[in-house]
């Protein structure tokens, strides 16, 4: 497995996931990966994607187009629901950082994609601002990639205030035995201390603790003058101890929540841990099934926090999506910052519930496409506008972005595609919609000489997200096998336009993803 993994990351080669064309259900999108064949040394000994000739970057570009395997759409419409994890990306870089590259099953491409800051504009009111570009992809004919963002309002309005609703948060910490190595329990302490001094006094807070049995450490308590040494003293006693019992303590979590829930309030249960159930019930679902009616009745939303060197990715991430919330990964205090004090408003308020998105391509100008990512978020076609199908839930200043790589037919010239966002009011949950076309020019440019410098650190993030997925071949991924992105560089490019992006940019985070390509890299080396 290593070394199929080590092949597709020194290759550089990015298979293509997600639906074909948004077919008719869920069982129509799953992943569908082709195994890499051996790479080849190019010219100054690295190591190239399979069938790309050389190691530069020209050399990249004079694949086949009709090498490619793509399976043919079987319409021309995409359907999802919106996505704004970050879990998978971060989880990823600990693990590179700490010499592993990550199993290929927790690596999940929108959510590398959206861990990145984009440059759409926001909407004048609570909903979303929808924009469309895109680019040529290089070297490919008739191949472009396409991306579809939505954005929300910050918290912050055009007068300097912070808008949002009081919270009533119930954090439910793991004080198991686990979670007694550095970086767990110790930084959970942490992020609490954090949370707790950014919150204001008109929001509340409980804590729920659970090891093999979950206690209610703290009653939900209003951060009024004088409170906040209530939850700095409980903070201090949280202790590692025994087994893993996650279900009780989510389920003790949304008992407090819904005791105490607060009209007019943001309710949400914050659950810390990394999800390594061992006792009790370990199953997502039928852990969601003993808490539904809070989520259905009383609208309370689940926000996992994961940590750890070992982590629970697949549960936290079921948990998450299918408790109307959002994922997060925290492995050092700098993250544990950014999360609880810097995206505070985001990870505890809402803009919009079940939010979707659907992609009309046209038929007269479109030949084939493909949605990367987002596979375990397809939603049938006809359920865009069925408001009992859940979609997800947008906080203040959130960002989604989908990249699709789409095919032109020849001499194209006109629509291309109608991009649509959907979403219930978080209030009075009143349906919403919002809508934007792209045309055939806008997909004409260069993607690495003149498109949009936010564009190319998505595909950057989408290209390195799928190369680590790579290792693990057609017969994991199931029937229906696709070759590379159209465009996909050598590592050696991948790197250098990381640092290149990186330079112009003066950004942290793309600083942080060119160092954990290179890492990456030197493991396979």
């Known amino acids: 497995m290593f070394r199929r993994i080590a092949v597709a990351v020194a290759a550089g ?24 064949s051996a790479a080849q040394p190019d ?54 950082q700490d010499g592993r590259l990550p199993q290929p099953d927790t690596v999940r491409t929108e959510e590398f994609v959206n861990s990145f800051r984009q440059n759409y504009p926001e909407p004048e009111g609570d909903g979303f601002s ?17 991306r579809v963002g939505l954005a929300t309002r910050s918290a912050t309005n055009a007068y300097g205030s912070d808008r949002r609703a009081p919270a009533a948060l119930t954090f439910v910490i793991d004080i198991s035995g686990s979670m007694a190595e550095p970086g767990r329990l110790d930084l959970v302490r942490e992020a609490l201390r954090l949370t707790t001094d950014e919150l204001r006094p008109d929001d509340s807070v409980a804590i729920v603790t659970f090891s093999d049995e979950a206690d209610v450490l703290l009653p939900m308590t209003r951060l009024s003058e004088g409170n906040k040494n209530e939850v700095r003293a409980a903070i201090e006693k949280l202790r590692p101890t025994d087994s893993t019992n996650l279900a009780a303590g989510v389920e003790l979590g949304y008992e407090q929540a819904v005791e105490t829930r607060r009209e007019g309030a943001t309710n949400r249960v914050v659950l810390l841990s990394d999800a390594l159930a061992n006792t009790g ?44 919330g959002h994922t997060s990964y925290v492995s050092d205090l700098d993250q544990a910052r950014r999360v609880f004090v810097d995206q505070l408003p985001r990870n505890i308020d809402l803009r919009a519930r079940d939010a ?3 992609v009309r391509f046209d038929e007269s100008t479109v030949e084939q496409f493909k949605l990367i990512g987002y596979e375990n978020r397809a939603v049938a076609d006809e359920d865009f506008r069925n408001d009992r199908v859940d979609g997800g839930e ?17 001499g194209a010239s006109g629509h291309v595609a109608t991009a649509t966002v959907r979403w219930l009011d978080p209030k009075n949950r009143s349906p919403h919609e919002e809508s934007r076309s792209i045309e055939a020019p806008a997909l004409g440019g260069e993607l690495w000489g003149g498109a949009d410098e936010r564009f190319q650190v998505a595909v950057l993030a989408a290209y ?12 994991e991924r199931g029937a229906g096998a696709t070759g590379p992105l159209p465009g996909a560089p050598t590592i ?16 942290r985070q793309v600083t942080e993803l060119g160092e954990t390509i290179d890492r990456a890299v030197a493991l396979v080396s």
Request: hydrophobic share 35%.
């Open 13 to 36: 080669v990015l298979l293509l996931s997600g639906c074909g064309a948004g077919a008719g259900g869920s069982d129509d999108k799953s992943a569908a990966k082709s195994k890499g």
């Open 43 to 96: 010219s100054g000994g690295g190591a190239v994607a399979p069938g790309l000739g050389g190691g530069d970057a020209e050399g990249a570009q004079k694949a086949d187009p009709e090498a490619r395997d793509f399976a043919p759409a079987r319409d021309m419409v995409s359907t999802f629901a919106l996505d704004v994890d970050t879990a998978s990306y971060q989880y990823a870089r600990r693990t590179i």
């Open 130 to 146: 929808v924009t469309t570009d895109g680019a040529r992809a290089p070297g490919e004919q008739g191949w472009s990639l396409m």
């Open 281 to 324: 019930e370990t199953d997502a679902d039928a852990i969601l099934d003993r808490i539904g009616d809070a989520r259905r009745d009383h609208g309370i939303t689940l926000f996992g926090v994961g940590v750890g060197s070992d982590y629970g990715d697949e549960l936290m991430e079921r948990l998450t999506n299918h408790g109307d």
């Open 356 to 358: 979707k998105a659907q």
């Open 394 to 410: 947008i906080g203040p200043g959130h960002t989604v972005t989908a990249l699709y790589a789409v095919r032109l037919k020849e």
């Open 464 to 475: 390195f997200a799928d190369a680590l997925r790579g290792g693990t071949g057609t017969a």
């Open 492 to 507: 050696q490019e991948l790197s250098r336009r990381a640092a290149a992006l990186s330079a112009r940019l003066e950004d």
